[in-house]
């Protein structure tokens, strides 16, 4: 099945799909996104989704391109051209396109992308034996809370994990402490058993599957806490695991040198990954 990629009102070959040289996305890294996980064919958390980009979008003070449900009726004529029953629907919003001037223009219409593609959302492989990750300073803006495509020092620093053999790399903060990872949230699990994530404050991106798991465990009446944790606090924690839309849940077996745990993923995180697996199933939290 041939790819198709939604712009700006057209269902297009994804080969030939393109927006202006002008657009401020492109120029200006001047634009918001979101990255939702379909399973069975079924958007999860879709209402999370809608309400972060909503709250990226007032953030940047830019206007949404439409309406939700017009935006919903393209994201799912997006996933059934493409064929996906297990992926992720991507979409951009930028300011639009207008002359190269700093200062928002006046009159540009903002611009939306859409695509689609199939992919494996929970990999045995990885959960089986879990994955490596490296730590380097956190060098981004002040914002990380906003899903903004300025997302230079998280690309640069999943290049740096992926040449240090590790699948992904959690930033540390001026004050020593993990804010999350290049494009996943960082979870610990504590001596008594307790799963720990930083609070959704500025310095992290609140995400959807990080909210959703929240969800599963405050509904199995599991222990957790959101707080800061440091690396020390990492390295030495029985377990470590991380969270997305595109991977769910992925156990960490090594913070750098330190081995966590037996250096095999632990049992909580593997109960909260199934636990995850079947709330994803049924949709998540707004189903
Ligand atoms: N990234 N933190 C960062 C910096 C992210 O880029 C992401 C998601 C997350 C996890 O958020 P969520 O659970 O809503 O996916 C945390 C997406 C998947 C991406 O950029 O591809």
């Given at each position: ?13 994804h ?10 996305g ?25 309400r ?12 949404p ?44 219409r903002?611009?939306l ?67 999350e990872?290049t ?29 959703g ?18 690396v ?22 090594r ?6 745990g ?19 199933a ?6």
């Open positions: 099945m041939s790819r198709i990629a939604y712009v700006n009102g057209r269902y297009l070959p080969r030939s799909a393109a927006v202006h040289v002008e657009d401020r492109f120029q200006f890294a001047d634009g918001v996104y979101e990255v939702i996980a379909i399973a069975n064919g079924r958007f999860i958390d879709e209402e999370l989704h809608l972060r980009l909503h709250r990226s979008l007032a953030a940047l003070r830019m206007a391109p439409m309406g939700d449900r017009a935006l919903c009726a393209i994201l799912r004529e997006v996933v059934r051209l493409n064929g996906v029953a297990e992926g992720i629907v991507y979409l951009q919003v930028t300011r639009g396109s207008a002359p190269r001037e700093f200062a928002f223009p006046t009159r540009a903002p611009s992308v859409v695509t689609a593609r199939s992919k494996t959302l929970h990999d045995p492989r990885l959960l089986a034996q879990g994955v490596r990750v490296i730590t380097i300073p956190d060098i981004r803006w002040a914002r990380p809370d906003i899903k903004s495509v300025a997302l230079l020092p998280n690309a640069l620093g999943k290049q740096q994990a992926k040449e240090a053999g590790a699948f992904e790399a959690w930033q540390v903060g001026r004050d020593g402490n993990i804010t990872g494009s996943s949230n960082a979870w610990i699990v504590t001596a008594a058993g307790e799963a720990v994530t930083r609070q959704a404050d500025t310095a992290i991106l609140n995400g959807v599957t990080r909210q798991l929240l969800h599963v465990l405050a509904a199995a009446g599991l222990r957790f806490l959101e707080r800061p944790f440091a020390a606090e990492a390295k030495a924690a029985r377990e470590a695991f991380l969270t997305s839309a595109s991977n769910f849940l992925i156990p960490v077996v913070i750098d040198e330190a081995v966590i037996d250096g095999k993923p632990g049992p909580v995180t593997e109960r909260l990954s199934d636990a995850y697996i079947s709330y994803a049924g949709g998540g939290a707004d189903r």
